[in-house]
Every structure is written in structure tokens, then in C-alpha cells.
């Protein structure tokens, strides 16, 4: 709560990227120490640390016992440290290296929503910069602030700021990143950290805290598309009910649904209950909850529920993802796996690999070489799967975005969905061949007129011509 006491916005989850020597730790101890978010056993271990040497207290050290007190001697993959201003709380996501926290993202142990850059004003752009920055870009991460640090050992000069924000922002834009905002500071000084610094009059923006402040977090997830993936349908006395965690969105008694991948549409009747306690009408994202509908649809585990109206998830059987493969056996193309996204499974095979990309070195290689994906690779390919089924891009929606593959029984890769990509020439989707069937003449013959994949229209052997097929959605 504020000091007035008004509600504070949601939180905010933030990534710090950079190369290993530009300061990271230092603006992250600085940003820590300066909002009184550490404990004060870590501030007094370092300043005795300090006092003993006989050296400068350093705010990276601030970050080194704050999580080494946090871990206790538990190795852990990412650090979650968590500071408040007045208007919402903050947890920065802070990985040992770029691929520890790709894992992380990916297999949803971590979910930045924005990024700090750190770039060395003295130094400039290095190599580490710009793989971080295509990790960025990996992830679909768009609000992005690049710091500009060390302007102390720079001098603190414009020219020198100037060149980082020309070299990174040409650099970004080519991954389709452009940064909100370049922020000149010194994580050691604590310059345009907190406050404004006296020693850069012509930088005219806000300091690091009042920019964060200024990012507007995600939409709120009761505010968005209904998303309600079904977990089962139960059977009870006469009732069916169809069971599942509402992931966004909210739902009431009354309100129309469409079920996808297939689309059909019915209304919620009621939200059972086993005491009077739990009556209620609607529910919000993050319930677990159950509904009971009007019309006896065979519904199944896996479809996802959407308000008619909103904005509906994808549907297809040929997804482009970003994959990170983790499996023993390298992943080969046109293998069969298992995909579990959501509560769907559902066998995919890899149809082609697009990008590889060396997750320690973020250097990417020649894919049309390359048959398989090695363990800690990251690759963007197009994944092929035997069944048509709902999904979202990652960046929209998480919960419905991101998936795994199973090889055998072990779990093998992690993944997040970038798009949907059209049928394959000379295939159909399930949607479109539901269209067809549902035109086929009692007599004659039916004709399917393709161009360049799609149906352009049908005609039946009595040259009665069916036009409005792209109406129909398909």
C-alpha cells in the first residue's frame, strides 16, 4: 500500500541482462539498497567485509549476500529479489547466465514481462551485449530500458552516451527491439538510480525508479479474453460438468462460450457446487472451477473455452516455435513426440528446423545443414502435429503459449509458441474439412477448387457453385 493507502497496481516481473563485466550486480545492489529492500544482516556482512580489506564498500557484493542468503546452500537456476516503490511491487529475475534463464522462461519457473539492458559507457557494445539482446528478442520481450553504466568511469560525457544509444539502437532494431527509453547512470555513485544526477544536466529524462514506474505492466488477467482450458468433464447423477482453471478472463452464468479448436458455441448455465458456501455466478482467472452448459457437446480434456465475441485462441496442426531441447537424445527431424501445451497432448513431429542457435554462445548456425537439435540448443522450427488443436502466441498469453515435448516418458524440450503457420500445400485443416463434409451432394460428385493451398471454392457435379467460403472462416 501507498502512503495514502490506495491500492497499489499489479507487480511487475523484470529480467537484468549484460555482460558479465558491465555492472549488472552494482545496479542491482544500488537499486536494492537505495528502496530499502535489503535485509539488514546482508548490509552489515558487507560493510565488515569492507571494513576488514580496507577497501570501498561495493553495492555488487550487496547482491552477492542477499542471495546467498537467499539460497542457503540450495543451488537454484534463478534469483527472485523482490523491491517496492509507491506504486506497485517488482521481482528482478536474475539468472547466473543468458541460458539458465532461458530454461527458466521457457519452462515457466520464470516470466519477465520487461528487461533492463546494462552496457559499459566506457566500453561500449560488446559481443555479450548483443547476445543478450538476441535472447531478448527470442522471448518476444519488447519493453526494454537500455542503462548506459559506469558514466562515472566516462567521464560522464554526452558524446559517449550518444555512441551507446546509436551503436545498441541500431543494432536492436534489426532484431525488432526498440528500447523505451536510454538511461545514462552509475550503479556505483548511484547516479539517475533513485534520483536525478547533478553530474549529467543534459540527460533530461527520469532516473531508473521513475522510469520503472512508468512501464505499464501487462494487461490484468481478469481483464483479458477469456481463457479456460479443460481440464476433464465430469459426469454426475444428469449433470456433465466441464472442469478447469480459468488462466484469463472471468465468466458468468448467462454468458455465451465458444469452445475451440472446434468452435461450437452454447451458454453457461451454472457454476456447480457440493456446499452453499461455494455458490456463486461467476469466477475470475486463477479459479479452479467447474461449469455446466447448455447443449451436450462432446466436450473433451484439452479444448480451451473463450467468451463468444472475444478475441478466440489459434487453432491448427502446424505451429512456429522457439524451442530449447534439454533431452539426452538429440531431438531429429520428423521424429514423433509428445506435445502437452496447456492440458492438450498431442503427437508433433519437428517438419523443419529454421534457426539453431548455440544457447551458450547465442551464435546462431546454418540451419539447412543441420538434422538435429543437441542438448542446450535453441532452435526456431515448425512443428507438425497429428491433431488440430487451440494455442496462443507466448507473448499474448503464457499460460497457452508455452509447451513441452516428451520423448518417451521424459520430459525432453520446452517451448513457447511464436505463430501458426497455414496448412502445408495439398492439406487441409480440420475446420476445412468439416466445411467440405457438411457440403457433400446426396448425388454426383463434389469439386474442390484449390489455388496455392487454400480452397478458393466448391462446386458440385450439377455446377451449383458455393461462394462465401472465406465467410465461412475457413
Same mark, same amino acid.
Given at each position: 500500500?501507498?502512503?495514502?493507502?490506495?491500492?497499489?497496481?499489479?507487480?511487475?516481473?523484470?529480467?537484468?541482462?549484460?555482460?558479465?563485466?558491465?555492472?549488472?550486480?552494482?545496479?542491482?545492489?544500488?537499486?536494492?539498497?537505495?528502496?530499502?529492500?535489503?535485509?539488514?544482516?546482508?548490509?552489515?556482512?558487507?560493510?565488515?567485509?569492507?571494513?576488514?580489506?580496507?577497501? @570501498?564498500?561495493?553495492?555488487?557484493?550487496?547482491?552477492?549476500?542477499?542471495?546467498?542468503?537467499?539460497?542457503?546452500?540450495?543451488?537454484?537456476?534463478?534469483?527472485?529479489?523482490?523491491?517496492?516503490?509507491?506504486?506497485?511491487?517488482?521481482?528482478?529475475?536474475?539468472?547466473?547466465?543468458?541460458?539458465?534463464?532461458?530454461?527458466?522462461?521457457?519452462?515457466?519457473?520464470?516470466?519477465?514481462?520487461?528487461?533492463?539492458?546494462?552496457?559499459?559507457?566506457?566500453?561500449?557494445?560488446?559481443?555479450?551485449?548483443?547476445?543478450?539482446?538476441?535472447?531478448?528478442?527470442?522471448?518476444?520481450?519488447?519493453?526494454?530500458?537500455?542503462?548506459?553504466?559506469?558514466?562515472?568511469? #566516462?567521464?560522464?560525457?554526452?558524446?559517449?552516451?550518444?555512441?551507446?544509444?546509436?551503436?545498441?539502437?541500431?543494432?536492436?532494431?534489426?532484431?525488432?527491439?526498440?528500447?523505451?527509453?536510454?538511461?545514462?547512470?552509475?550503479?556505483?555513485?548511484?547516479?539517475?538510480?533513485?534520483?536525478?544526477?547533478?553530474?549529467?544536466?543534459?540527460?533530461?529524462?527520469?532516473?531508473?525508479?521513475?522510469?520503472?514506474?512508468?512501464?505499464?505492466?501487462?494487461?490484468?488477467?481478469?481483464?483479458? @479474453?477469456?481463457?479456460?482450458?479443460?481440464?476433464?468433464?465430469?459426469?454426475?447423477?444428469?449433470?456433465?460438468?466441464? #472442469?478447469?482453471?480459468?488462466?484469463?478472463?472471468?465468466?458468468?452464468?448467462?454468458?455465451?462460450?465458444?469452445?475451440?479448436?472446434?468452435?461450437?458455441?452454447?451458454?453457461?448455465?451454472?457454476?456447480?457446487?457440493?456446499?452453499?458456501?461455494?455458490?456463486?455466478?461467476?469466477?475470475?482467472?486463477?479459479?479452479?472451477?467447474?461449469?455446466?452448459? #447448455?447443449?451436450?457437446?462432446?466436450?473433451?480434456?484439452?479444448?480451451?473455452?473463450?467468451?463468444?465475441?472475444?478475441?478466440?485462441?489459434?487453432?491448427?496442426?502446424?505451429?512456429?516455435?522457439?524451442?530449447?531441447?534439454?533431452?539426452?537424445?538429440?531431438?531429429?527431424?520428423?521424429?514423433?513426440?509428445?506435445?502437452?501445451?496447456?492440458?492438450?497432448?498431442?503427437?508433433?513431429?519437428?517438419?523443419?528446423?529454421?534457426?539453431?542457435?548455440?544457447?551458450?554462445?547465442?551464435?546462431?548456425? #546454418?540451419?539447412?545443414?543441420?538434422?538435429?537439435?543437441?542438448?542446450?540448443?535453441?532452435?526456431?522450427?515448425?512443428?507438425?502435429?497429428?491433431?488440430?488443436?487451440?494455442?496462443?502466441?507466448?507473448?499474448?498469453?503464457?499460460?497457452?503459449?508455452?509447451?513441452?515435448?516428451?520423448?518417451?516418458?521424459?520430459?525432453?524440450?520446452?517451448?513457447?509458441?511464436? @505463430?501458426?503457420?497455414?496448412?502445408?500445400?495439398?492439406?487441409?485443416?480440420?475446420?476445412?474439412?468439416?466445411?467440405?463434409?457438411?457440403?457433400?451432394?446426396?448425388?454426383?460428385?463434389?469439386?474442390?477448387?484449390?489455388?496455392?493451398?487454400?480452397?478458393?471454392?466448391?462446386?458440385?457435379?450439377?455446377?451449383?457453385?458455393?461462394?462465401?467460403?472465406?465467410?465461412?472462416?475457413?
Amino acid at each position: 500500500m501507498g502512503k495514502t493507502g490506495e491500492q497499489k497496481e499489479a507487480g511487475l516481473n523484470i529480467v537484468v541482462v549484460g555482460h558479465v563485466d558491465h555492472g549488472k550486480s552494482t545496479v542491482i545492489g544500488r537499486l536494492l539498497y537505495d528502496t530499502d529492500s535489503l535485509p539488514q544482516g546482508a548490509i552489515d556482512k558487507v560493510e565488515k567485509i569492507a571494513h576488514d580489506t580496507g577497501k @570501498a564498500f561495493e553495492y555488487a557484493y550487496l547482491l552477492d549476500a542477499f542471495e546467498e542468503e537467499q539460497q542457503q546452500g540450495i543451488t537454484i537456476d534463478t534469483t527472485r529479489i523482490q523491491f517496492s516503490t509507491q506504486k506497485r511491487d517488482y521481482v528482478i529475475i536474475d539468472a547466473p547466465g543468458h541460458k539458465e534463464f532461458l530454461k527458466n522462461m521457457i519452462s515457466g519457473a520464470a516470466g519477465a514481462e520487461a528487461a533492463l539492458l546494462i552496457v559499459d559507457g566506457k566500453q561500449g557494445v560488446q559481443e555479450q551485449s548483443r547476445r543478450h539482446a538476441y535472447m531478448l528478442s527470442l522471448l518476444g520481450i519488447k519493453k526494454v530500458y537500455v542503462l548506459v553504466n559506469k558514466m562515472d568511469l #566516462a567521464d560522464y560525457a554526452e558524446t559517449a552516451f550518444v555512441k551507446i544509444k546509436h551503436d545498441m539502437g541500431a543494432f536492436l532494431a534489426e532484431l525488432g527491439i526498440y528500447p523505451l527509453k536510454y538511461i545514462p547512470v552509475s550503479g556505483l555513485q548511484g547516479d539517475n538510480i533513485a534520483s536525478k544526477s547533478a553530474q549529467m544536466p543534459w540527460y533530461q529524462g527520469e532516473p531508473l525508479l521513475e522510469a520503472l514506474d512508468l512501464l505499464e505492466g501487462e494487461q490484468a488477467a481478469v481483464d483479458r @479474453a477469456l481463457r479456460l482450458p479443460i481440464q476433464d468433464v465430469y459426469k454426475f447423477d444428469s449433470r456433465r460438468i466441464i #472442469a478447469g482453471r480459468i488462466e484469463a478472463g472471468q465468466l458468468a452464468v448467462g454468458d455465451e462460450i465458444a469452445i475451440y479448436p472446434g468452435g461450437r458455441k452454447t451458454k453457461v448455465v451454472a457454476f456447480p457446487y457440493w456446499q452453499a458456501k461455494d455458490q456463486c455466478t461467476q469466477a475470475f482467472a486463477g479459479a479452479s472451477t467447474g461449469i455446466q452448459v #447448455a447443449d451436450e457437446f462432446f466436450n473433451q480434456r484439452g479444448e480451451i473455452i473463450t467468451r463468444a465475441g472475444d478475441t478466440p485462441p489459434l487453432t491448427g496442426k502446424r505451429l512456429r516455435v522457439s524451442l530449447f531441447w534439454l533431452g539426452k537424445k538429440p531431438l531429429q527431424l520428423n521424429r514423433r513426440y509428445k506435445l502437452k501445451l496447456g492440458t492438450q497432448e498431442v503427437e508433433a513431429q519437428v517438419e523443419s528446423i529454421e534457426k539453431l542457435i548455440d544457447a551458450s554462445s547465442l551464435d546462431q548456425r #546454418a540451419a539447412d545443414t543441420v538434422k538435429e537439435i543437441r542438448l542446450n540448443d535453441v532452435a526456431e522450427v515448425i512443428l507438425k502435429l497429428k491433431e488440430e488443436i487451440a494455442f496462443d502466441r507466448f507473448q499474448d498469453y503464457q499460460a497457452t503459449g508455452r509447451f513441452v515435448l516428451v520423448d518417451g516418458y521424459d520430459v525432453a524440450g520446452g517451448g513457447i509458441v511464436l @505463430a501458426a503457420e497455414k496448412e502445408a500445400h495439398g492439406e487441409f485443416s480440420q475446420k476445412a474439412m468439416r466445411y467440405i463434409m457438411n457440403h457433400l451432394p446426396q448425388n454426383g460428385e463434389l469439386i474442390v477448387v484449390v489455388k496455392d493451398g487454400e480452397i478458393v471454392r466448391l462446386e458440385r457435379t450439377e455446377r451449383e457453385v458455393f461462394s462465401g467460403i472465406d465467410g465461412e472462416g475457413i
